[in-house]
């Protein structure tokens, strides 16, 4: 293999997202079926034993793009020379915690990744953070790396656009594959919208289409938003593979890029765009083109959807708020 590998650091890598995930990237669908990549995992301590059974179980998969697999428990080592860096590793609400007590707990785990990433990861460092609170957890770890590039820190809603694409699909009985420029704006929480009004059908505007505001406002939005809900119900866990899938197709879109014509969604610092107040990490509609990203200018913004996103919007302020009065930004 004549290519230089490429570093992913995930954390978390013990976790149900992470066993989804790391087989998936370790054969190659996270950067391309031509890129080797060297995975390093950091895990707490008490959850390194259970990270070398899936080290073990990669090795044992012989994929030829897998140069090699580190395990520790130690942001300075895991981040070092890092190119991708995942961050899944976080702390679920467990009973009794308040909102206020996660953002507080998880500062303590995505402010000294942040530090790390600041001090040792690769000049083009690339982070997606999945952990939830996922936006504010990548405020934090951007907070603390104020020598990365604001832009190289994002957070995942493309699980949020697929269950939507999916959500739209079965609607219309159109393939995802021909329903196109669907957004998902604000946060990955239950604020969130997915706007239909910019996204075509077979090439035919989604709204028009679908015709139906009473599906839009009370099936289609709260089925998405609500959807990592019903899936903790049905399952008794949350959301694992469908979290790594859309985890590998936010980086492959980022790194290869938007296809012609279309775009995805990502939640990244604002630049004010949408009445977006800058610097929140929120979701928008973008393109990527050569391993950067832009959010798409012009789109109309119709009083339906403008509640919406304002609604989102101002839940991520106060995340910001909460996480600025405990010192963590
Ligand atoms: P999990 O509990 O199965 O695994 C989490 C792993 O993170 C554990 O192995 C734990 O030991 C590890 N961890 C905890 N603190 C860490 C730290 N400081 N450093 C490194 N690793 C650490 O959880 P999961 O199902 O894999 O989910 C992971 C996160 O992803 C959760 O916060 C979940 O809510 C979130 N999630 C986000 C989305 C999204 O769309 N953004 C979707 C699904 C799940
Ligand atoms: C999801 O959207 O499936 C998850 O973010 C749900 C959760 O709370 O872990």
Redesign the pocket.
């Known amino acids: 293999m004549s290519r230089t590998p490429v570093n992913v650091t995930v ?2 890598g ?5 066993y989804a995930l790391l087989f998936r990237i370790a054969s190659g669908q996270l950067l391309g079926p031509d890129v080797p990549v060297n995975l390093r995992l ?3 301590t008490p ?1 390194l034993p ?1 990270a070398q059974g899936t080290a073990m179980e990669l090795n044992d998969g012989a994929f030829p793009l897998l140069g090699s697999v580190d395990i520790t428990d130690d942001p300075n080592v895991a981040f070092d020379g890092t190119n991708v860096a995942l961050l ?5 609400r467990t009973k009794g915690m308040e909102r206020g007590d996660l953002l507080e707990a998880n500062g303590g ?1 995505f402010k000294p ?1 942040g530090k790390a990433i600041n001090d040792h990861a690769a000049d083009d460092i690339k982070v997606l953070v ?3 609170p ?1 936006n504010t957890n990548a405020l934090i770890a951007q907070a603390a790396a104020p020598d990365v590039p604001a832009e190289r820190f994002t ?3 493309r ?2 656009h697929n269950r939507a694409l999916s959500q739209l699909s079965a609607k219309t009985g159109t393939p995802v594959s021909e329903i196109r420029r669907l957004t998902i704006w604000g946060n ?1 929480s239950a604020t969130q919208y997915p706007d239909i009004f910019h996204a075509e059908v077979a090439g035919k505007n989604a709204a028009a289409t679908v015709n139906d505001e009473t599906w839009l406002a009370d099936d289609f939005i709260p089925t998405v938003a609500k959807r ?1 809900a019903a899936i903790i119900e049905a399952r008794g ?4 593979a469908s ?1 790594a899938s ?1 985890a590998i197709d936010h980086v492959h879109t980022w790194v290869n890029g938007t296809a012609a014509g279309d775009w995805t969604s990502m939640g990244i610092p604002s630049d004010g765009s949408y009445g977006v107040p800058e610097g929140l990490i929120s979701s928008f509609p973008v393109t990527c083109s050569g391993g950067s990203y832009e959010i798409v200018q012009g789109l109309e913004v119709n009083d339906f959807s403008r509640a919406r996103i304002d609604a989102s919007v101002k839940e991520l302020a106060e995340e910001r708020e909460a996480v600025r009065a405990l010192g963590l930004i």
Not at 14 to 18: F, K, S
Not at 237 to 240: H, I, K, L, Q, T
């Open positions: 954390t978390g013990a976790g149900q997202i992470g950091l895990e707490i959850a259970a899944v590793g976080a702390r679920p785990i990744q999945v952990g939830n996922a957070a995942m809603t699980l949020d990955h990592g866990a949350s959301s694992a979290a859309a």
